[in-house]
């Protein structure tokens, strides 16, 4: 039998035994079939949306005269890691990644009581019209299915970063939708750098060696929209791309995708946006977070032996901005629980990234089993809920 096949990834599981009473999963994603891009276009794009075909043993999404197999490594949950497999059929996916009820009753089986929903962003187009549009359409698409959560789960809106006011916009219709969150590209994009075949990738990464940087006063207004909103920011990832169609290149990547996320709030700090707006929370989503103590340590002494001669005049140590405005989360990273109390370790939230390869579903308690051993429970539950909610917002 080949690998992953024949396996019903929609099984029920039996409820697993909790170990805490109250679960905030601070990401959690959604994997709507691509037919829904049809209804959430603008009219005007709508006859232009993906479609599906069946061939074989692979589901094909249609777009823009290109044919790509179905992805399987947004949604393994329901699978062992021994039957994961990268491409396949929609009905390879577990549904709890686009129908609310069957989520609500997978979170129920895994103990989580609420969670915020990271989506999967733009069309991979080259017209920057439609682009700018999917956008808009996901994020509506995503509070949609928020909305039949029963107050359960909560959206993180995907933006472009091109213009600032259309950004700042967009980030106004998220808050009225009842979004919790906003997510941008970890670098500024460059509009000039903009093609079909890097579409995708410019969502989440923006341009590495941009002249624009969120450090410039260009974006002043943006953190201060996000202030003036109580909007956190985010970051999904983003700052190095994993080639997760590569069996070869996939684990190195995966790994250094963690670490690779400094270099966001890095530049936040030592460009002193958190100086003009100190109450502007970032989050470092799915960065783990064990890294994290060892670079607010690193960067407090390289700043003060550099500063001088760099005339970095913020005026506190680095440490001090990822203790007041620096959030991250975790999946597993027992490393990162037992750094908590050192500078860089103070806002760190776990979560269970369901329905992606990394989910701990349904396992999900074993696993906070497993990284809070020996920690006492107010600690632990901070970590596991009250983090969450005031990053998010949330009650």
């Known amino acids: 039998m080949a690998l992953g ?7 029920e599981f039996t409820a697993a035994p909790r170990v805490a009473d109250d679960v905030v999963d601070a990401d959690v994603h959604v ?21 599906v075909e069946s061939d074989g043993e692979f589901d094909y999404i249609v777009f823009e005269g290109e044919r790509r197999q179905v992805n399987l490594m947004q949604s393994q949950a329901g699978r062992d890691f021994d039957q994961f497999k990268n491409a396949g059929k929609l009905s390879d996916m577990r549904v709890g990644g686009w129908m609310p009820q069957q989520r609500l009753a997978d979170m129920d089986r895994d103990g989580i009581d609420k969670g915020v929903i990271f989506g999967g962003g733009p069309l991979q187009t080259g017209d920057l019209d439609l682009y700018m549009d999917s956008f808009d359409a996901f994020n509506r698409w995503q509070s949609d299915f928020c909305a039949d959560s029963d107050g359960r789960l909560f959206g993180a809106a995907f933006l472009p970063m091109v213009d600032v006011q259309h950004t700042i916009s967009m980030m106004r219709a998220a808050k009225q939708r009842g979004d919790v969150a906003v997510n941008l590209p970890a670098f500024p994009q460059s509009i000039h750098k903009f093609t079909k075949k890097d579409s995708i990738w410019q969502a989440m990464t923006g341009d590495v060696t941009g002249e624009r940087q969120y450090r410039d006063p260009e974006f002043d207004p943006l953190w201060a929209a996000a202030v003036e909103l109580d909007m956190p920011i985010t970051f999904h990832l983003g700052a190095r791309v994993s080639r997760f169609k590569d069996k070869t290149n996939f684990l190195p990547d995966v790994v250094m995708g ?5 270099e966001i709030p890095a530049i936040m700090i030592y460009g002193g946006v958190f100086d003009r707006f100190p109450e502007l929370r970032i ?8 890294w994290i ?7 407090d002494r390289t700043w003060f032996m550099q500063r001088h001669w760099t005339e970095c005049a913020i005026q506190h140590a680095p440490s001090h901005y990822f203790d007041q405005n620096v959030y991250a989360s975790f999946i597993s990273d027992p490393i990162g629980v037992e750094l908590r109390h ?15 390869s990394e989910t701990t579903f349904p396992h999900s308690h074993e696993v906070i089993a497993d990284n809070f051993k020996g920690v006492p429970e107010a600690e ?11 990053f998010y917002g949330l009650s």
Not at 258 to 262: E, G, S, T, V, Y
Not at 293 to 299: G, L
Request: hydrophobic share 35%.
């Open 258 to 262: 963690k670490p690779a996320m400094l």
């Open 380 to 390: 632990r539950d901070w970590i596991i809920s009250g983090c969450a909610k005031k």
């Open 342 to 356: 050192h500078p860089g370790g103070k806002n760190i939230m776990w979560s269970s990234d369901y329905p992606h």
């Open 293 to 299: 103590p060892w670079a607010a340590n690193y960067m």
């Open 283 to 290: 989050g470092l989503i799915e960065a783990g977070v064990g």
């Open 31 to 51: 994997t709507p079939p691509p037919t829904f891009w049809a209804e959430y276009l603008s009219p005007q794009f709508r006859d232009r949306a993906p479609s």
């Open 5 to 11: 096949e024949n396996v019903d990834v929609n099984r």
